[in-house]
């Protein structure tokens, strides 16, 4: 299994930078008693704060393995064997204002490297019903997306990774999944190289054969950092890891 078609290193490159900075002012206030009266101190010139401008997080190519139809819930495993990974996903449009009710969906593959879908590109005979480390949830009243998966693995060709993208205004469907909407981000999510080489060495992930392609040499990821996707990850491989980042959408 291989996705190094998925096209250009990313679809689009978003530009807009953060500006977080207020403008302050800084009174100083006499206290010494004087009979004599006060001098006029002449009113600062306050300007107004500016306005917090966040990064959007760049566009990148869905690639080969995504399915319609994927399930809304909070917890995607479905039984998989892998370390724990739960992530806390914060939608954000360009004004830094959080996005309640977008649906956040993600997959990925196992820790064999296969897709559920199309299990067997990556060189294992596995049972697929199509929907394992798939799903999607819609963000709470701070913008959060809290979803339950495992750590990824890997196939040849790429680095370990989460593919994601961002709806508005969907429908939920009485079978668990949803429809219409819009789709304002797709993405894809990466985690520092050290974590990875630990998870490597852990059973399942450890009986996977294919060679790994780092971070550091992915044909996808730009070394961009949070913007590029790359989460703040912790934890270990005992206890499980908890990813987090923002994503800022153009809204």
Request: glycine residues 12%; hydrophobic residues 35%; proline residues 3%.
């Amino acid at each position: 299994m291989t996705d190094t078609s998925e096209g250009a290193r990313s679809v689009g490159r978003r530009t807009v930078l953060v500006a977080t900075g207020t403008t302050a002012a800084a009174l100083a206030v006499g206290a010494a008693v004087s009979t004599e009266a006060p001098a006029a101190v002449a009113a600062p010139d306050l300007q107004p704060a500016a306005a917090a401008v966040c990064t959007l997080t760049e566009e990148m190519t869905e690639g080969p393995y995504y399915l319609d139809g994927a399930l809304v819930r909070t917890d995607v495993t479905e039984g998989k064997p892998g370390i724990s990974l739960k992530l806390a996903l914060t939608v954000v449009n360009s004004a830094c204002t959080v996005i309640p009710n977008a649906l956040v969906e993600v997959w990925h593959c196992d820790a064999l490297g296969e897709y559920s879908g199309y299990v067997g590109n990556n060189g294992h005979n596995e049972s697929d019903d199509g929907t394992f480390l798939r799903g999607g949830v819609l963000t709470n009243s701070s913008g959060v997306a809290n979803i339950t998966t495992i750590y990824p693995g890997w196939y040849r060709g790429r680095c370990v990774h989460i593919h994601v993208k961002v709806h508005t205004g969907v429908t939920l469907t009485s079978d668990g999944s949803f429809t219409g909407g819009s789709t304002l981000h797709t993405g894809q999510l990466f985690i520092n190289e050290s974590i990875t080489t630990a998870v490597a060495a852990v059973s399942p992930y450890s009986t996977n054969t294919v060679t790994r392609t780092t971070l550091s040499q992915d044909g996808i990821y730009d070394d961009g950092g949070a913007s590029s996707g790359l989460m703040t990850v912790t934890g270990s491989t005992s206890a499980g890891y908890t990813g987090t980042l923002t994503l800022g959408v153009s809204s």
